[in-house]
C-alpha cells in the first residue's frame, strides 16, 4: 500500500504491485526511476532495476522463507538447491554463481545465517528448548544446530540463551 501512494503521488502509472514487484503498463522513463527511488528510499525501502538484483532479491526472500521453516511442508522437504530452481525457473548453478559474485557468500552461507538468526530469536524468547528449536527449523540433531550456532555467533546455544535474554531492549525501549 505504500508503494503504491507513492506511485499515485509521483503520478507514475502501474498496474499493480505484489510482494514488492512494481507492475507498470510499460518501462519507466529516467526522471520517474530517480523520483520512485527518493520516495522509496524515504520510507527504508529500496529500488531494485537490474533482472540480476531482482533474482539476488527473490534468492533472499525464499532463502529466508526455507530456513525459518516457513514454506509448505512439503517443500520443507526439498533440498534448498532444489527448492530454488523450482521456484525461479533456473539452474540452480546459475543462482549460486550469481549470488556468490553480487553478495560474496554462498547461498547456502546465507541459508545458515538465516537459520542461526532464527535459532536466536528463538533462544533469546525461551519458549522452546533447543532440541525443539533444532526440530523447528529442521536441522538433524541438537549437536548440528548447537556446531552451526557457535561456528556463527562465536557462543554457544546455551550460553547465548543466558546473556542474550540480558542484553535485549523491550519492545518500548528500543
Not at 9 to 22: D, L
Not at 50 to 74: F, P
Not at 142 to 149: D, G, I, M, N, P
Request: aromatic share 8%; no cysteine; charged share 30%.
Amino acid at each position: 500500500m505504500t508503494v503504491e501512494t507513492i506511485l499515485r503521488k509521483a503520478s507514475i502509472p502501474f498496474q499493480k504491485v505484489i510482494f514488492g514487484e512494481i507492475h507498470a503498463p510499460q518501462p519507466l522513463a529516467d526522471a520517474q526511476k530517480e523520483v520512485l527511488r527518493t520516495e522509496l528510499e524515504k520510507v527504508g525501502f529500496e529500488l531494485i532495476d537490474s533482472h540480476t538484483a531482482a533474482v539476488i532479491e527473490k534468492v533472499k526472500q525464499l532463502v529466508i522463507k526455507q530456513a525459518r521453516n516457513e514454506a509448505d511442508k512439503k517443500e520443507t522437504k526439498l533440498n534448498l538447491s532444489k527448492f530454488l530452481a523450482e521456484k525461479l525457473n533456473y539452474e540452480y548453478t546459475h543462482l549460486s554463481s550469481m549470488f556468490s559474485a553480487i553478495e560474496g557468500r554462498t547461498i547456502e552461507q546465507y541459508f545458515i545465517e538465516q537459520r542461526i538468526e532464527k535459532a536466536k530469536e528463538l533462544l533469546v524468547y525461551q519458549q522452546m528448548t533447543l532440541s525443539e528449536i533444532a526440530y523447528e527449523l529442521n536441522y538433524s540433531s541438537v549437536a548440528h544446530l548447537s556446531t552451526q550456532f557457535k561456528k556463527i555467533t562465536g557462543l554457544t546455544p546455551s550460553y547465548y540463551k543466558e546473556v542474550g535474554a540480558t542484553k535485549r531492549k523491550a519492545l518500548d525501549k528500543v
